[in-house]
């Protein structure tokens, strides 16, 4: 006969294996409804119903202090599709005439937009120690006011929006992916983190054309002597209306 040691034991099993399933369901549920609000409608595919703009090496303009080589702030390694940038504060700025603040990033050139709904997507890494920069942003047509409809900056770790509302917390140190959705006739730029929604689609202001930009920037505040960011998978997508 069973002990009642043994029997008792038996009904803590079974209270474990049944509450381990209940969880495992739960967590299960928990991730497609992350995946149902987070993401686009189909699934988690934020592409979905985008075509793919075909990008050439060519196309990935880089601007980065004008006093020193390219190759001594931006490094592409063809091998692992990696794209590191890095910037210090005491760098001059891309050209002799802007007064406008250090940085080492890729314009894509020759795809500006000025209707449609466009899409900016890729994997960015932000070593720890990185602070005050910009890491990707919608630039307006050069002289517009303002400047740009979107920039995503990094502060002590933190991902945001400009130098307000958080996007992504503990940034450092990881690969994510972002998702940059901009509706231009309706104003309004949606980005997400790892297919989740951080920003749902906030109003913007209208320019006459826009384009994507990418790499460090410096900003205004809690600035680091050096900032770096890799990226790699960048992509853009459109879709008329």
């Known amino acids: 006969m069973a002990?009642?040691?043994?029997?008792?034991?038996?009904?803590?099993?079974?209270?474990?294996t049944m509450a381990s399933s209940a969880e495992r369901t739960a967590?299960?549920?928990?991730?497609?409804?992350?995946?149902a609000v987070g993401a686009a409608a189909d699934g988690c595919n934020l592409t979905a119903g985008f075509a793919k703009?075909?990008?050439h090496e060519g196309d990935f303009l880089v601007q980065s202090p004008y006093d020193v080589p390219v190759d001594q702030r931006y490094r592409y390694d063809a091998g692992t599709g990696v794209r590191t940038f890095w910037v210090y504060a005491?760098?001059?700025?891309?050209?002799?005439?802007?007064?406008?603040?250090?940085?080492?990033?890729?314009?894509?050139?020759?795809?500006?937009?000025?209707?449609?709904?466009?899409?900016?997507?890729?994997?960015?890494?932000?070593?720890a120690g990185t602070s005050g920069t910009s890491v990707?942003?919608?630039?307006?047509?050069?002289?517009g006011t303002p400047a740009t409809t979107m920039m995503l900056h990094v502060y002590n770790g933190t991902m945001r929006w400009y130098s307000g509302r958080e996007v992504e917390a503990c940034?450092?140190?990881?690969?994510?992916?972002?998702?940059?959705?901009?509706?231009v006739d309706a104003s309004t730029v949606a980005v997400y983190v790892d297919g989740a929604s951080r920003v749902a689609a906030v109003a913007v202001a209208p320019s006459?054309?826009?384009?994507?930009?990418?790499?460090?920037?410096?900003?205004?505040?809690?600035?680091?002597a050096l900032m770096v960011a890799r990226w790699r998978n960048v992509s853009v997508y459109t879709k008329p209306y």
């Open 3 to 16: 002990s009642c040691c043994s029997s008792a034991r038996r009904h803590r099993l079974s209270a474990s």
């Open 27 to 35: 967590l299960i549920v928990v991730a497609v409804l992350l995946c």
């Open 53 to 55: 703009v075909e990008l």
């Open 90 to 127: 005491a760098d001059k700025a891309f050209n002799a005439v802007t007064p406008t603040n250090p940085r080492t990033e890729v314009r894509l050139a020759g795809h500006d937009y000025s209707s449609g709904v466009w899409q900016f997507e890729g994997d960015v890494y932000v070593p």
């Open 136 to 143: 990707v942003q919608i630039h307006n047509e050069n002289g």
């Open 171 to 183: 940034v450092h140190g990881r690969w994510i992916r972002v998702n940059v959705v901009h509706d």
């Open 208 to 224: 006459a054309s826009h384009y994507f930009k990418f790499g460090v920037y410096m900003q205004h505040h809690d600035v680091s």
